[in-house]
C-alpha cells in the first residue's frame, strides 16, 4: 500500500529524538501533529511500517529503527506530544488518536491481543461472530487462533467464513467492540487472579446482537441453522434480539406501529416505574389524546403487581419481535 505524504512525514518523525521532533513541529498547528500523531499510531499498530512502501530516505530510516532495540514507539509518542502541545492536551490527543484508530479499524487492538487471551474471548462466541474475526486476524494468526478451538467449532467456523462478505460494516464494529471489550475483561481478570466468567445468557444475548444486525436474508439463514442443532437456543437467540430495554433504540415508525395494538390500561402498566428514557421514548410515539388516556388510567391504579407489569411490558415487545421477524423493526442507532 502507497504512503501518503503525511504518512511519510510521520515515519520521518521518528528518525529525531523526541525532544528534536517537538523543537521542529514548534509553531505547526496543534491539528496537524495530532494528524501526525494518527498517521504514526496507524502505521505502527496497522504493522504497514514497511520500509518497502516508503520513499528511500524513509526505507532506510525504518530498517534502521527496527534494528534498533532502544526505540520505544509509545514513549516517543508521549514525550513528542508533550513538549510539543502540553502535557494536558498531549492527554487529549492520546485518547483522541485511540477513538479514530478504532474508527478507522475496530479490529486493530483485536490483532495485538495475544493468542491464550484472544482465544479465550472467543470461547462461547456463535461461529458467525468467531469467524468474522478470525478473518481480519492475519493467516498465521487465524490458523493459530483456529487450532485452539474445539474440532466442531473449528469446522464450523471455517465453512462461516466464505460468507462472511453478508455481514454489514455495522455487525463487523459491533463484533469487534464486543471481542475488544472481552480481552480488556480478560486482561483486567488476569491482573486482579480471579477468572473471568460470563453466564449463558449474556453470551446469547451478545449472540443475538450480531444476529440482529444482520442483512435479513443472512439473519434467518444463521437462526435456522442454530435451531436446527439446537432448538431451544435459536428460539432463544430470537427472542433476545429485541428486549424491553431496546425500546429507546426503536426506530420512531417501527414503535409506532407495535403500539397501535396496546391499549391504554396495558400502556399505562408498562410505563409504570419503567426508566426514564423507556418511559420517554413511548410517550414521545403515542398521541396527546392516547397519552392523556394513559395518565388517566395511570392515575387510578394504587399499587400494580409485578407480574401484570411484567406482562404488559411483555406485549410491547412481542410485538417488536413479530416486525423484526418480518424484517420491519428499525432501529435509530446501533
Known sequence: MPLTG???????LTSLDAVTAAEL????????????AVELSYLDASGNRDARQSA???RQFCKSLQTEPGFGFKSFLKEMLRNTVGEEQARRIQHEIQDLLRKRDPFMAIRSADLQTLTA??????????????SELPPKRGSEVLGLLSEDVRVNVVSRMTGAVGVTPEAKTRIAQMIHTRIEDAKATQKSGTALQVRPEQSLRKVALIVRNLDKEVRDGVLEAIRQKDQEAGEKIANLMVLWEDVPLVGGRSLQQALRGIDERQLALALHEAAEEIAGKIKSNISERAAGMVREEASLMSSPKKEDIAQAREKIVAALRELNRKGELMFEEE
Open 6 to 12: 503525511k504518512q511519510k512525514a510521520a515515519l520521518l
Open 25 to 36: 513541529l514548534k509553531g505547526i498547528d496543534a491539528r496537524i501533529v495530532q494528524e501526525l
Open 56 to 58: 528511500d530516505v524513509a
Open 121 to 134: 474471548a472467543l470461547q462461547g462466541e456463535h461461529p458467525q461472530a468467531i469467524s468474522v474475526v478470525v
